[in-house]
């Protein structure tokens, strides 16, 4: 049973717009968030969190938004670049730190020049 | 540079074999993470450990074992008991358990 959901496999956008990556979870005791992206060939690099006290959080062009009752959030990337084009992993983690954190399936991103 | 280093890219072996994947960071990381990543599935947790000399059991340990004698290297042993050992092997490290994780580039195993 996937406890983190991310629905679309894969997302295109034109370069400069903006980028909308979703994610839903089942479990009402995940507290901390995150947000990985990838690239083929490497390993996931952290992007940015939200712990569950927090709708939002931003740094530079990236914005996580935090829904608990719906149990949703988005990264939204404003404006999109093409280097941003990877995979994008949700995750959460309800052990109070990041010890044991359930990762989603990913959501490929390609930004279009 | 600091970093995790993860060798080898790519590992093959025979069925009934035992495979140790290796695990370095020089980042001063006390928390260390090995998962495993299939088609179509996210990343699972194996085993994580917080300090040296510990370690825990994540979501898919069985089949697997892990040590942790040093602070910088958290080896993982493939068993033959794992079902289904075929897989892309992520470590990752991070300063405590309260800081995101940190990940090598990853190595895929493949069982001939």
């Known amino acids: 049973d996937q406890q983190v959901k991310q629905n679309s496999p894969s997302l295109s956008v034109q370069e400069g717009r903006i980028s909308i990556l979703n994610c839903d979870y089942t479990n009402s005791m995940f507290d901390y968030f995150l947000w990985y992206k990838k690239y083929p060939a490497e390993g996931p690099t952290f992007l940015i969190s939200i712990s569950s006290i927090k709708d939002k959080n931003e740094d530079g062009r990236f914005t996580v938004f935090l829904n608990k009752s719906a149990k949703h959030l988005s990264l939204h990337i404003v404006p999109s670049q093409p280097g941003d084009s990877a995979v994008y992993f949700c995750?959460?983690?309800?052990?109070?730190?990041?010890?044991?954190?359930?990762f989603g399936i990913g959501t490929k991103l390609q930004v279009i020049p | 540079d600091g970093g995790i280093t993860q060798s080898p890219k790519y590992l093959f072996r025979k069925e009934g074999q035992n495979v140790t994947l290796s695990c370095e960071q020089n980042?001063?990381?006390?928390?260390m993470y090995w998962y495993r990543q299939d088609p179509g599935q996210g990343l699972r947790l194996i085993y994580y450990s917080q300090i040296v000399n510990d370690f825990q059991k994540g979501d898919i340990a069985e089949g697997y074992s892990v040590s942790r004698e040093k602070k910088e290297s958290f080896p993982l042993t493939v068993t033959s008991a794992q079902k289904n050992p075929t897989a892309f092997y992520l470590c990752?490290?991070?300063?405590?358990?309260?800081?995101?994780?940190?990940f090598g580039d990853g190595t895929r195993l493949s069982i001939l």
């Open positions: 980042l001063n990381h006390d928390a």
């Open positions: 990752a490290s991070a300063p405590g358990v309260y800081q995101p994780q940190h």
């Open positions: 995750a959460a983690s309800n052990s109070g730190g990041y010890q044991k954190v359930t």
